[in-house]
């Protein structure tokens, strides 16, 4: 699942890698979600679009195992009706990766303050810090 998937780069790139992956792109209805789709038909990788309309803001959800939303919750006005329905449809031990953090108010950032949502992800899954690499050497 990518939720907000934009031009769905980390998805196809994982797709990619694992060609029997089935992905779903989740977006507004837009050029950006038209190309996303096409690159996937291009490489014949499996995904399935549910396009965001005005009568359906946020969709139900098919069931996944690992769900990317990425810089996504900060454009929505109802952010946690969003994590309801990727929490709803999520297999249980499945994974959510992405950015949770507060943002500067903005044209399109519309809930900036995201700390409602941490304190639900916070009883829900078990964080992980990412690991960097800088000069060959792991940080932890």
């Known amino acids: 699942m990518d939720y907000g998937c934009g031009l769905a780069y980390e998805s196809f790139a994982l797709a990619v890698a694992n060609p029997d992956t089935s992905v779903c792109l989740v977006d507004v209805d837009c050029l950006t979600l038209d190309f996303a789709e096409y690159r996937f038909r291009k490489r014949n990788l499996d995904a399935t679009v549910i396009r965001i309309r ?5 969709p139900k959800l098919p069931v996944h195992n ?8 900060e454009h929505l006005l109802k952010p946690l009706d969003a994590y309801e329905n990727i929490r709803h449809a999520m297999m249980k031990g499945g994974i959510l990766h992405g950015y949770f953090g507060d943002h500067n108010k903005e044209l399109f950032h519309v809930s900036t303050d995201l700390e409602c949502l941490r304190s639900r992800l916070a009883g829900e899954f078990e964080a992980v810090v990412p690991i960097t690499f800088e000069s060959g050497e792991a940080n932890r």
């Open 54 to 58: 005005e009568d359906n803001i946020y």
């Open 66 to 73: 690992i769900c990317i939303a990425t810089e996504v919750m």
